[in-house]
């Protein structure tokens, strides 16, 4: 491992998995998806919402905790899959001639879903991976895929109210903040198997921190906090 390697271990092996879950639910992505699932009320369609969403969070004109702020706000008025290409446009508008044609393809994958699908891929968060890599002709560690897949995964736990985690065997999604550290993703891997955390559940620890604000940071249990703090610190330095 390497210099920047072991700094960034050491802060992590603070964290356990539950640690890293419950950091989640702190996320603002995370407490989007909640607002979104109490105004929605309907399982299907809240969980086919998340995926075709994250399928087209790319290129992004805003930070990603406000862009999944506003699906969130849009949505709950407009609970309705036809109505992206007006979300679009609103608010995911960067390269929007080349999202719109995604967004047809994707429409297409979600609308195949059925209660019973989602409910299984629910159990087993690799088989929806392998679904969209198979229907949208990508790679299984393109960062839009196993980001749908992290998202999903977020969205299961607040529609069932289980416990839900994600395989080893998924890759994290290495956008801009995660490749501040290392665009290498068998650092990553190393770096969650050595820490026992898979690897969307680290982004989470990664991702949330790096764009942790002090509000936020109030917010979190004392215990919590502290080790979010130091490991702030840690990627402050390895980041500068």
């Not at 998924?170 to 290498?184: F, G, M, Q, T, Y």
Request: proline share 4%; hydrophobic share 40%.
């Amino acid at each position: 491992m390497t210099q920047k390697g072991e700094r960034l271990f050491e802060a992590l092996s603070e964290f356990s998995l539950d640690d890293a879950l419950l950091l989640e639910e702190y996320d603002r992505q995370y407490r989007a998806l909640k607002r979104l699932h109490e105004a929605v009320g309907d399982n299907e369609l809240f969980l086919k919402l998340v995926i075709t969403n994250a399928l087209l969070s790319y290129q992004l004109p805003t930070k990603g905790e406000k862009y999944w702020e506003n699906f969130a706000g849009f949505f709950s008025e407009k609970p309705d899959l036809e109505k992206f290409e007006e979300f679009l446009r609103l608010y995911n508008n960067r390269f929007l001639g080349g999202k719109l044609k995604r967004l047809q393809k994707v429409l297409k994958v979600v609308k195949n879903l059925d209660r019973k699908r989602l409910t299984e891929f629910c159990r087993n968060p690799k088989a929806l991976l392998e679904y969209l890599s198979e229907t949208l002709s990508q790679s299984k560690d393109a960062k839009t895929l196993v980001f749908a897949v992290k998202m999903f995964v977020y969205a299961c736990r607040i529609a069932t109210g289980k416990r839900i985690v994600a395989p080893f065997d998924i890759d994290i999604p290495l956008d801009v903040r995660l490749k501040k550290i290392s665009n290498d993703l068998n650092f990553w891997r190393n770096l969650a198997k050595e820490l026992g955390i898979p690897p969307l559940h680290l982004d989470a620890l990664v991702w949330v921190t790096m764009g942790a604000t002090e509000d936020f940071l109030k917010d979190l249990p004392s215990d919590l906090r502290k080790k979010v703090e130091n490991l702030k610190a840690v990627l402050k330095e390895l980041t500068p």
